[in-house]
């Protein structure tokens, strides 16, 4: 199916009259397409052209058209070993021009005419390795990380009734209606805006500040932990 749309391909370019009276082919060469073409799916005698010429093998062999390149004039031949170029072909007589069996036997696609052989050869299975042969030094397990809380959210709200700060770039952003793209206050305005809402008794510094005490408290013991696995580990080595 994909030889078909390469063909199509080639004869729109080739022979497909446009508005002007002219076709592509006639514009890239300066005059009409001549090339011998046969009909997609014929079985043809092709030109085989990597022959011996001492040798006694036959010149031509049997494959199914697939159409033309019109840039170098090559034949592309289907075969079951893969899509062969050829710069000649010669139609058979009428009763032999298509075989259902030829053309299921077809293997190789525009992209890739000579597909690769599969590897059927076994793995060669290793024996493990000695002891003074392996790693000795082993990466160390990564500590689980504790992420710091974020601080608390200011919203184009706490903005408007506060001031937008000269300097910032996230101010700057707000006031002048532009959509928010992940630009942060700068820590002064921060800061100032944070003061502000403290002032407030604004319940979200209230949750601020238990999150943060959550994260010192968790990361006291991620470091009890890991002083714990170090520990145990250096009387391991020391017993």
Same mark, same amino acid.
């Given at each position: ?5 390469? $063909? ?20 890239? /060469? ?43 004039? @090559? *034949?592309?031949?289907?075969? =079951? +070993? ?8 010669? #139609?058979?007589?009428?009763?032999? !021009? ?5 053309? @299921? =036997?077809?293997?190789?696609? %525009?992209?890739?005419?000579? %597909? +690769? ?39 184009? $709200? ?5 001031? /937008?700060?000269?300097?910032?770039? !996230? ?13 942060? *206050? ?12 403290? #002032?407030?008794?604004?319940? !979200? ?8 005490? @959550? /994260? @010192? ?11 714990? !696995? ?10």
């Amino acid at each position: 199916m994909t030889w078909i749309v390469k $063909h199509v391909g080639e004869l729109i370019s080739n022979y497909q009259v446009n508005r002007d009276g002219q076709t592509a082919y006639y514009k890239v /060469f300066g005059k009409p397409c001549k090339d011998v073409i046969v009909d997609l799916g014929e079985e043809v005698h092709y030109r085989v052209s990597e022959v011996d010429t001492g040798s006694l093998d036959g010149r031509w062999e049997s494959g199914i058209w697939l159409g033309i390149r019109w840039k170098s004039m @090559e *034949h592309h031949i289907g075969t =079951a +070993a893969g899509v062969i170029k050829s710069y000649a072909v010669e #139609r058979k007589p009428l009763e032999d !021009r298509w075989s259902k069996e030829a053309v @299921e =036997a077809i293997v190789g696609t %525009p992209w890739r005419p000579q %597909p +690769a052989p599969a590897d059927t050869t076994v793995p060669r299975v290793l024996p493990p390795l000695p002891a003074d042969q392996q790693l000795r030094n082993q990466p160390r397990p990564r500590e689980p990380e504790v992420r710091a809380p974020l601080r608390p959210r200011i919203s184009k $709200h706490d903005v408007a009734r506060w001031g /937008f700060s000269e300097g910032c770039p !996230r101010c700057r952003q707000i006031r002048s209606g532009k959509a928010d793209d992940g630009t942060k *206050h700068s820590e002064k305005c921060r800061q100032h805006l944070e003061t502000e809402i403290t #002032r407030e008794n604004d319940p !979200r510094i209230k949750r601020a500040e238990d999150k943060y005490t @959550e /994260f @010192e408290a968790e990361n006291m013991r991620a470091q009890e932990t890991m002083y714990a !696995r170090r520990a145990a580990k250096a009387a391991r080595r020391a017993g």
